[in-house]
């Protein structure tokens, strides 16, 4: 597979009844960080109550829509993972990030101002490091951030709220299943397959994910979380475990550290997964 370069990255938004939120937050915080927005596609469902909004507050940005008629995050990563040629690297944001930042040291966070430059550096580190997919501290505290710390690899949870790929259409990395928790099973699949991701853990993205209207919160519940808990146990026998030290209302879960390893070719399936028959709706 031949690699699109760093500098000519995209950005991808999943969005779902958020069109203020979108415009106020993620989009203001890119066009204020040196983020060109013609760089931006915005993803949607095709019955998005507030599709005018979403083109009223992206027309003359230079940002794009792409209408789709997949429902929910499973089916939005879904179309995203397959909408770019092969090879280029892609930023998946969401659209209720207020601050991308770094920690400085484990008392100060510092926004990273300009964002371009660091994206770019982002995508030539994980090519260096013969990767297809990094992210940052799932954490947004200092304290337990890695300051001047190089970027570890392995299994290591690559947090949906932003993080960057090269495109691989059709790849089973991105042939994901559960309805929630889809990014535990990313980091999953991303180590089985490519041998780990690489995080940069001296990085951090603050959102606004639990409180605003609309999103994953439409339909995300306590059964939801459940039954993606359940499945990835089944499926990823050793390398997940429950949380019961989150108090969520939700069921919670960890990875398991491993190591980085060569990967395995896409025609060997892990040993918990046995044929899925779900389909991104």
Not at 46 to 71: K, S, W
Not at 223 to 235: G, M, N, V, W
């Amino acid at each position: 597979m031949a690699f699109v370069s760093a500098r000519d990255y995209q950005i991808a938004i999943p969005s779902y009844k958020r069109p203020e939120l979108l415009s106020t937050l993620t989009l203001n915080l890119l066009r204020t960080r040196n983020i060109n927005l013609e760089r931006v596609t915005v993803f949607l469902h095709e019955h998005d109550p507030y599709l005018d909004a979403y083109r009223t507050i992206t027309t003359g940005t230079g940002a794009r829509l792409h209408i789709h008629n997949g429902r929910g995050v499973l089916a939005q990563r879904h179309e995203i993972a397959h909408h770019y040629p092969a090879g280029t690297p892609v930023v998946s944001i969401d659209d209720d990030v207020t601050d991308i930042a770094r920690a400085v040291n484990t008392k100060t966070l510092q926004p990273i101002t300009d964002l371009h430059a660091w994206l770019m550096g982002a995508f030539a580190q994980c090519r260096a490091a013969d990767l297809k997919i990094w992210g940052i501290n799932p954490v947004a505290n200092p304290f337990y951030m890695r300051p001047g710390k190089p970027p570890a690899m392995g299994l290591k949870f690559i947090i949906g709220t932003l993080f960057g790929f090269f495109s691989r259409p059709g790849h089973p990395i991105h042939q994901l299943t559960v309805p929630v928790k889809e990014d535990y099973e990313i980091s999953l699949r991303a180590w089985w397959w490519d041998g780990g991701a690489i995080r940069f853990d001296d990085v951090t993205a603050k959102a606004d994910h639990y409180t605003a209207p609309g999103g994953c919160q439409e339909y995300r519940d306590p059964t939801l979380s459940e039954q993606a808990t359940r499945q990835l146990l089944t499926d990823w026998p050793g390398l997940v475990r429950r949380n019961p030290k989150r108090t969520s209302g939700h069921s919670e879960i960890l990875l398991t550290p491993k190591k980085r390893h060569p990967g395995w070719p896409t025609t060997k399936q892990p040993p918990g997964i046995t044929h899925h028959t779900h389909k991104a709706s």
